[in-house]
């Protein structure tokens, strides 16, 4: 399973960047699917989880209401809409895969590469 992720770059507070990230050597609708970020000096977390069916959604309280995660199965990719952005989201995104949901929140089997989102004030 690779996933590939793109779509980082600087931002000034209160702008908007879509993250994407594309999904290969897996059936893609069997798959969980889900951001965290990981920022200078702090540990890895959680920031949204998408089902397969994308039935089900989850997002960190940090971000609810301003990101917004889908998924386009024809094109194999997952999406982050980052919306009303603050220079604490600052961080290396990562996209992440799992065939169980509650696992693609917590540990992920597969990892793509991250992608550097900074928000500058």
């Known amino acids: 399973v690779q996933l590939q992720a793109c779509g980082g770059g600087l931002v000034q507070a209160g702008g908007s960047l879509r993250l994407s990230c594309a999904v290969s050597?897996?059936?893609?609708?069997?798959?969980?699917l889900g951001w965290f970020r990981q920022a200078p000096g702090k540990e890895r977390e959680f920031v949204a989880a998408?089902?397969?069916?994308?039935?089900?959604?989850d997002y960190a309280d940090s971000v609810k209401g301003r990101f917004t995660i889908s998924r386009d199965s024809a094109k194999n990719t997952v999406y982050l809409q980052m919306n009303s952005l603050k220079p604490e989201d600052t961080a290396v995104y990562y996209c992440?895969?799992?065939?169980?949901?509650?696992?693609?929140?917590?540990?992920?089997?597969?990892w793509g590469q991250g992608t550097l989102v900074t928000v500058s004030s």
């Open positions: 050597g897996v059936t893609f609708s069997g798959y969980a």
């Open positions: 992440a895969a799992d065939w169980r949901y509650y696992s693609v929140i917590t540990t992920p089997r597969y």
């Open positions: 998408l089902s397969w069916s994308a039935g089900n959604t």
